[in-house]
C-alpha cells in the first residue's frame, strides 16, 4: 500500500521557520517524484515544489522560491520542506504526493499526481 504521512506543520510568526516532512512507503523511493503542494481557504491548490531523486531535478513555484528549499533522504524514503521567511500568505494545508512521471513543472502546476497524504495545517501569524 502506498503512504505518505506529512508532518512538521504548525503555528509559527511571520520571518519564522518551519520543517515540513513526507514520510513515503509502499513503493520504490527512487522510481519517484515528490511533491509539495498547499492549499488556502478558499483558493486553488497550489503545486510548489517537487524534487526527483534519481536525477535530482527540482522544481519551485515562484511563490516560494527562494525562501523553500526541498530535499530528500533516500535512506529513509523521506522528502522535507524547509520553509523560511515565512508569510501570512503561506497559511494553509501543505500536502505531499508521489508521481512516477518525474518533477516537471506542468506536472505540479496541475497536480497530476498518483498518490497523496493527508495534509498538514500551517498557519503564520502576522
Known amino acids: 500500500e502506498v503512504k505518505l504521512v506529512e508532518s512538521g506543520g504548525g503555528l509559527v510568526q511571520a520571518g519564522g521557520s518551519l520543517r515540513l516532512s513526507c514520510a513515503t512507503s509502499g513503493f520504490t523511493f527512487d522510481d519517484y517524484a515528490i511533491g509539495w503542494f498547499r492549499q488556502a481557504p478558499g483558493k486553488e491548490r497550489e503545486g510548489i515544489s517537487c524534487i526527483s531523486s534519481s536525477d535530482g531535478r527540482t522544481f519551485y513555484a515562484d511563490s516560494v522560491k527562494g525562501r523553500f528549499t526541498i530535499s530528500s533522504d533516500n535512506a529513509k524514503n523521506t522528502v522535507y520542506l524547509q520553509m523560511s521567511s515565512l508569510k501570512p500568505e503561506d497559511t494553509a494545508v501543505y500536502y505531499c504526493?508521489?508521481?512516477?512521471?518525474?518533477?516537471?513543472?506542468?506536472?505540479?502546476?496541475?497536480?497530476?499526481?498518483?498518490?497523496w497524504g493527508q495534509g498538514t495545517q500551517v498557519t503564520v501569524s502576522s
Open positions: 504526493a508521489a508521481d512516477l512521471v518525474g518533477c516537471f513543472e506542468s506536472i505540479v502546476a496541475a497536480g497530476l499526481y498518483d498518490h
